[in-house]
């Protein structure tokens, strides 16, 4: 199973600023099984981006997600006071789900 | 669009059995894949298993045994952990499978597991 590690554990940045999210896997993973999720306190996860760069349903342009192989980015252009959150990306592959231990975005 | 919502004990006894039951309104349970996935307080998450409408389970290897899923009806499924201790505790979520993804989850339940 792929083990994905997630950079930095904590971002602090001010609203408007960039956030950039890493998330490494231990071993190949195809694009179409990488996905973001943004989950804040007291709330279930909520689906971001799938297939590495596809925004979900309702997500914000401000979203993207990006990468191939082993190295994948999400990126929030420009921080809205809503998007300060623990994020998780998650890969599936050989009949199971892993997810990283996450990001914290956290205000500056 | 579809909803989920978990239901059952919040407090199950050491050596017990866990079991929850996650129901779906504004749709049935035809034509996808339902997971279990649980998250012990302040840490990540963990994928525990996933059914489909025929009764077909897969699981996450780490839960050995353990776990145990089953449709109940068009509208209900449910989860059965067994020999659970401290560790178990966390708040458990059921979610639909879209792809390789998740993309509806219930609010999740609290699970404690204490004498």
């Known amino acids: 199973e792929a083990v994905l590690t997630q950079s930095p554990g904590t971002l602090s940045l001010s609203p408007g600023e960039r956030a950039t999210l890493s998330c490494r896997a231990s071993?190949?993973?195809?694009?179409?099984?990488l996905a973001w999720y943004q989950q804040k306190p007291g709330q279930a996860p909520r689906l971001l981006i799938f297939?590495?760069?596809s925004r979900a349903t309702g997500i914000p342009e401000r979203f993207s997600g990006s990468g191939s192989g082993t190295d994948f980015t999400l990126t929030i252009s420009r921080l809205e006071p809503e998007d300060f959150a623990v994020y998780y990306c998650?890969?599936?592959?050989?009949?199971?789900?892993?997810f990283g231990q996450g990001t914290k975005v956290e205000i500056k | 669009q579809v909803q989920l919502q978990e239901s059952g004990p919040g407090l199950v006894e050491p050596s017990g059995t866990l079991s929850l039951t996650c129901t779906v309104s504004?749709?049935?349970?035809?034509?996808?894949?339902w997971t279990w996935i649980r998250q012990p307080a302040g840490k990540g998450l963990e994928w525990m298993g996933r059914?489909?409408?025929?009764?077909?389970t897969d699981h996450n290897p780490s839960l050995k045994s353990r776990v145990t899923m089953s449709v109940d009806t068009s509208f209900q499924f449910s989860l059965r952990l067994s020999s659970v201790t401290a560790a178990d505790t966390a708040v458990y979520y059921c979610?639909?499978?879209?792809?390789?993804?998740?993309?509806?989850w219930g609010q999740g339940v609290l699970v404690t597991v204490s004498s």
């Open positions: 979610a639909r499978v879209f792809g390789a993804y998740f993309d509806q």
């Open positions: 504004g749709g049935s349970i035809s034509g996808s894949y």
């Open positions: 059914i489909y409408e025929t009764g077909y």
């Open positions: 071993q190949s993973v195809s694009s179409l099984n």
């Open positions: 297939g590495a760069s």
């Open positions: 998650q890969q599936y592959g050989n009949s199971l789900w892993t």
